[in-house]
C-alpha cells in the first residue's frame, strides 16, 4: 500500500511538468529514418537498431534497468516496493509505416519513460515492478507480421511469420539468424500471466472523436478485432488496342469490382469498416491489358461475429466477380486477430484519474489494432486515447498531438499507477 504521501505526490504534479519534454524526445526520435524527406522505421534496418539503443540510453538514464531483447522490444524495468512479485508492462512500438507521424506508438513510449523518470527522482516505489516496453514491431510494415514484439511478450509469437518475406525477399526467419536469434530465445521471452499485475498503453487516437468532442483523452473500452488478406487475380494479358472489350480477361478490372464490393458490403453494419490499400499490376503499361493484380484487403470491427460475416460474404463476392469476369482469383490470409475488450478494473483505474484531472470521462472503442491486444486473456489491459489533431490524421507527417494534452495524458497515468492497487 502506498503512503498518504505517495497519493499526495501523484495528485500535486503541475501542469507543464511532462509536455515539453514528451515533445523534445519525440522530435529526436522523428530523426533518424529511413527516408531522406519523410519518416519511416521498419523491423531491424539500420534505423530500426539506432532508436531502439537511443530508448535503451534513455530509459537508462532515467534510473531503469533496460536492454534490448532477442526480437527488438526495448525493456526498461523500475523495481517496485520491498515484496512485489507482480510486473505492471506500459508501453508501445517504436517502428513505424512508411511516411509515418511522429507520435503513432512513440507517445506511448516516451509518455511512459518521462513518468517512469518522475517516480525515480521522487523516489516513489510502487507495489508492483514497473516494465518500460518499446516494443520492436506492430505495424507489420516489412514482413506483414504485426505484433511481433508485443508478441513474443504475451506469449503469443506467430510462428508462421517466420516464412514471411520482405520486398527483397529476405525472410524473418533469416533476418532474426542473422542477428542471432532462434526460436528457443523468442519463446523464452514469454512472460508467465501470473507474474504480470497487467499492461497499460498511451497512444494517440488516430482519428477524429476526441478532437470533435473537445475532450483531450479519452477510455478505450475495446480494441477492434482485424483481418488482413492478399488477393491475388489471374486474367491475361493483351494488346491494349487489339482484343475488344468483350473478350477481355481484364485483371484490374476485376480487381477494381472487388474494391467497390468491400466498400458496399462494409459500409453495411455500423461497427465495421474494409480497406483496400494496396493495389499492384506487375509489368504493367500503358499498352497492355493486365494480367495479373495484387491487392490487400483489411476488414475490421469490435464484433468479431460482424466481422466474420464480412469475410464470409466478400470471398463469395470475390469468387463471383473472378468467375463473371473469367479471371481466377486466390485469396490468402495473412493474420486475424480477435477483438480485445480492455479490463473493467482498467477502464475504471483510468476514469477516476481523468477525473480528478477535471475531465468528463468518456469511452469510445478503438478501430485500430494495438500492442495491447496480444495481452487480452493474459492479464487486463488497459489503454488512454490521446487526442488527434488536424482533423484525426494518422499515418502521416500531418498528425499530432498538443502538448498540453501529452502533458495531461502523463499526469493521468502517474495517477493511474500510484492508485492502481
Known amino acids: 500500500?502506498?503512503?498518504?504521501?505517495?497519493?499526495?505526490?501523484?495528485?500535486?504534479?503541475?501542469?507543464g511538468v511532462f509536455g515539453e519534454r514528451i515533445f523534445d524526445l519525440v522530435q529526436q526520435l522523428g530523426q533518424h529514418s529511413e527516408l531522406p524527406d519523410g519518416l519511416m522505421c521498419t523491423y531491424f534496418s539500420s534505423v530500426h537498431k539506432v532508436v531502439a539503443a537511443q530508448l535503451r540510453?534513455?530509459?537508462?538514464s532515467a534510473g531503469l534497468t533496460a536492454e534490448i531483447d532477442p526480437v527488438g522490444n526495448v525493456v526498461g524495468h523500475y523495481a517496485g516496493a520491498p515484496g512485489a512479485t507482480q510486473t505492471l508492462l506500459v508501453g508501445s512500438h517504436y517502428d513505424t509505416v512508411a511516411n509515418a507521424g511522429l507520435f503513432d506508438g512513440r507517445l506511448g513510449i516516451v509518455t511512459a519513460l518521462v513518468v517512469a523518470e518522475y517516480l525515480h527522482r521522487a523516489g516513489l516505489r510502487l507495489p508492483f515492478h514497473l516494465d518500460i516496453v518499446a516494443f520492436s514491431e506492430e505495424e507489420g510494415v516489412r514482413f506483414s507480421a504485426p505484433y511481433l514484439?508485443?508478441?513474443?511478450?504475451?506469449g503469443r509469437f506467430d510462428e508462421n511469420a517466420l516464412a514471411r518475406r520482405d520486398l527483397n525477399n529476405i525472410s524473418l526467419a533469416a533476418v532474426l539468424l542473422k542477428e542471432g536469434v532462434d526460436l528457443a530465445a523468442i519463446r523464452a521471452l514469454a512472460r508467465p500471466p501470473k507474474t504480470l499485475r497487467g499492461y497499460l498503453e498511451v497512444h494517440i487516437e488516430q482519428g477524429p472523436v476526441l478532437l470533435d468532442r473537445g475532450l483531450p483523452v479519452g477510455i478505450v473500452t475495446s480494441i477492434a478485432g482485424s483481418a488482413r488478406f492478399r488477393v491475388t487475380i489471374e486474367g491475361v494479358a493483351g494488346h491494349a488496342g487489339t482484343v475488344p472489350m468483350a473478350l477481355r480477361r481484364d485483371a484490374v478490372a476485376a480487381a477494381a469490382e472487388i474494391v467497390l464490393a468491400v466498400e458496399r458490403r462494409c459500409s453495411a453494419a455500423a461497427d465495421l469498416v474494409g480497406t483496400v490499400g494496396q493495389l499492384a499490376v506487375p509489368h504493367g503499361l500503358i499498352n497492355v491489358i493486365?494480367?495479373?493484380?495484387e491487392l490487400s484487403l483489411d476488414v475490421r470491427s469490435s464484433?468479431?461475429?460482424?466481422?466474420?460475416?464480412?469475410?464470409?460474404?466478400?470471398?463469395?463476392?470475390i469468387e463471383q466477380i473472378a468467375s463473371r469476369r473469367r479471371v481466377s482469383a486466390t485469396v490468402a490470409?495473412?493474420?486475424?486477430?480477435?477483438?480485445?475488450?480492455?479490463?473493467?478494473?482498467?477502464?475504471?483505474?483510468?476514469?477516476?484519474?481523468?477525473?480528478?484531472a477535471g475531465v468528463v470521462p468518456f469511452y469510445l472503442p478503438s478501430g485500430a489494432g494495438h500492442d495491447g491486444e496480444m495481452f487480452a486473456g493474459v492479464t487486463d489491459i488497459g489503454m488512454l486515447f490521446v487526442r488527434c489533431g488536424n482533423g484525426g490524421i494518422s499515418h502521416s507527417p500531418l498528425e499530432t498531438v498538443t502538448v498540453d494534452d501529452a502533458d495531461l495524458a502523463a499526469r493521468i497515468l502517474v495517477d493511474v499507477l500510484i492508485n492502481l492497487d
Open 1 to 15: 500500500m502506498l503512503s498518504h504521501q505517495a497519493r499526495q505526490a501523484s495528485e500535486c504534479v503541475a501542469p
Open 57 to 60: 540510453d534513455w530509459m537508462r
Open 149 to 154: 514484439g508485443s508478441g513474443a511478450i504475451a
Open 290 to 293: 493486365p494480367g495479373r493484380c
Open 303 to 317: 464484433d468479431d461475429t460482424t466481422c466474420e460475416a464480412a469475410i464470409s460474404d466478400l470471398c463469395t463476392e
Open 333 to 356: 490470409e495473412l493474420s486475424r486477430h480477435r477483438a480485445a475488450p480492455c479490463a473493467a478494473s482498467m477502464q475504471s483505474a483510468l476514469a477516476a484519474a481523468i477525473a480528478r
